[in-house]
């Protein structure tokens, strides 16, 4: 992780603009959280960090293997301890799980300390994206779309909540979707100074 902060900080910011807080990525698995993160981490020279990839390290397991050892709950928790360490390190862009924003307790400590941003996908583009991945553990059931439309249609309302939305294309690159992102913090001078 150091070398990836140091790379950014080489690279510098291109666009001369600051971030002033950590930008929280939410929303849907399959929302393209990560990806769009990296880019947009990348386009200002900031870190990125996936607060899902952080507790795979420290638990030394994937997400699957530690909701099938431990379950959901202990997952929920460890993650949430993730997220408030992540915020309180250097200013970047922060991708967390599809579950994280849902707890009262993950979306008051990114208000706090930083901006939350959901990348808002259609279910179709969703299931586009994670209906050939088995790395989904809540998708391990005997009808995953029936699963992902159950979760997506109790997710959306909280996803909502959050502070500023990017509508996701299935049209668009990566990169276009980092442009929007960027565009949308933009219209929040406390956050990313331009």
């Avoid at 959901?118 to 009808?143: G, I």
């Amino acid at each position: 992780m150091a070398g990836f902060q140091r790379e950014n900080r080489q690279r510098g910011n291109r666009g001369g603009m600051k971030l002033r807080k950590t930008v929280v990525m939410v929303g849907m698995m399959g929302a393209g959280k990560t990806a769009v993160g990296r880019a947009v981490a990348a386009k200002l020279g900031v870190p990125f960090l996936d607060s899902d990839a952080e507790i795979e390290a420290a638990a030394n397991m994937s997400i699957a293997e530690i909701f099938a050892r431990d379950g959901e709950p202990f997952f929920r928790k460890k993650e949430t301890q993730v997220i408030e360490r992540l915020l309180e390190n250097e200013i970047g862009i922060l991708s967390t799980g599809g579950g994280a924003y849902l707890a009262d307790g993950n979306r008051d400590i990114i208000s706090d300390k930083g901006v939350a941003i959901w990348l808002d996908a259609d279910l179709s583009l969703l299931w586009e994206r994670v209906r050939h991945k088995d790395t989904r553990p809540l998708l391990r059931t005997a009808d995953p779309l029936a699963t992902l439309t159950e979760i997506f249609n109790t997710r959306v309302p909280i996803y909502a909540l959050a502070d500023l939305s990017v509508k996701a294309d299935p049209d668009f690159t990566i990169e276009e979707m980092a442009d929007r992102v960027i565009d949308a913090l933009g219209t929040r001078p406390d956050v990313l100074e331009v």
